[in-house]
């Protein structure tokens, strides 16, 4: 079992940059694949960006691909994500997850892990 913290959230104006970090418990960081996914108010929870165990896969959603980019420290037990050229509609709760399974996960139900979130907001 893993537990995940992220933390880096904040305000920001349009067309800042934050960059967030999910830190995770336990030894075995390095055979979690790992997610990040966010959840704007009255809408469903949506897939960001994603990578795999070692590091060498990741996949992004259409939305931020090009803007943000996820990497790991297995060496750390981290995970994050540099997010650039933020928009307003980029505005929600950011959640990273932890999965078991092995590839880039895209789908909420494939990761048995989640933090607790941190609050992002982007002013126009």
């Known amino acids: 079992q893993v537990q995940l913290v992220e933390s880096g959230g904040g305000l920001v104006q349009a067309g800042g940059s934050l960059r967030l970090s999910c830190a995770a418990s336990?030894?075995?960081?390095?055979?979690?694949?790992m997610g990040w996914f966010r959840q704007a108010p009255g809408k469903e929870r949506e897939f960001v960006a994603a990578?795999?165990?070692?590091?060498?896969?990741?996949y992004y959603a259409d939305s931020v691909k090009g803007r943000f980019t996820i990497s790991r420290d297995n060496a750390e037990n981290t995970v994050y994500l540099q997010m650039n050229s933020l928009a307003p509609e980029d505005t929600a709760v950011y959640y990273c997850?932890?999965?078991?399974?092995?590839?880039?996960?895209?789908?909420?139900?494939?990761?048995?892990?989640w933090g607790q979130g941190t609050q992002v907001t982007v002013s126009s």
């Open positions: 997850a932890a999965s078991n399974r092995i590839g880039v996960l895209r789908a909420p139900y494939e990761y048995a892990y």
């Open positions: 336990g030894r075995t960081f390095s055979s979690y694949a």
């Open positions: 990578i795999s165990r070692s590091g060498g896969r990741t």
